[in-house]
């Protein structure tokens, strides 16, 4: 069981990009969904999360106002906005899923139990 990140690429300062996750083998509906990032040298970090029924979203600090996170249940994917992308965006991006249903959002990655390959984000200043 994967989840598929995809979307990523190469942006210049102020662009833009939309990041999505879906599943491959089940459906994630009811799973709280997270994004975090892993940019070289760093540890991986809390980007955004969505609960399972896309009623309450999270983000850090260094992308509120910036990043949104949503969701689309009946296709099975979440997304991630990513408007006015700064050069310390640039990170390997991962969505990951609760590790049980109906659990509450974590911003600790110990607290996702699925996890994608991860797509790369690169932002040129």
């Known amino acids: 069981v994967q989840l598929q990140a995809s979307g990523g690429g190469l942006v210049q300062a102020g662009g833009s990009l939309r990041l999505s996750c879906a599943p491959s083998?089940?459906?994630?509906?009811?799973?709280?969904i997270g994004w975090f990032r892993q940019a070289p040298g760093k540890e991986r970090e809390f980007v955004a999360a969505?609960?399972?029924?896309?009623?309450?979203?999270y983000y850090s600090d260094s992308v509120k106002g910036r990043f949104t996170i949503s969701r689309d249940n009946a296709k099975n994917t979440v997304y991630l906005q990513m408007n006015s992308l700064k050069p310390e965006d640039t990170a390997v991006y991962y969505c990951?899923?609760?590790?049980?249903?109906?659990?509450?959002?974590?911003?600790?990655?110990?607290?996702?139990?699925?996890w994608g390959q991860g797509t790369q984000v690169t932002v040129s200043s």
């Open positions: 990951a899923a609760t590790r049980s249903a109906y659990m509450g959002i974590s911003y600790y990655p110990v607290d996702y139990g699925f």
């Open positions: 083998g089940r459906t994630f509906s009811t799973y709280g």
């Open positions: 969505i609960t399972w029924r896309g009623v309450a979203t």
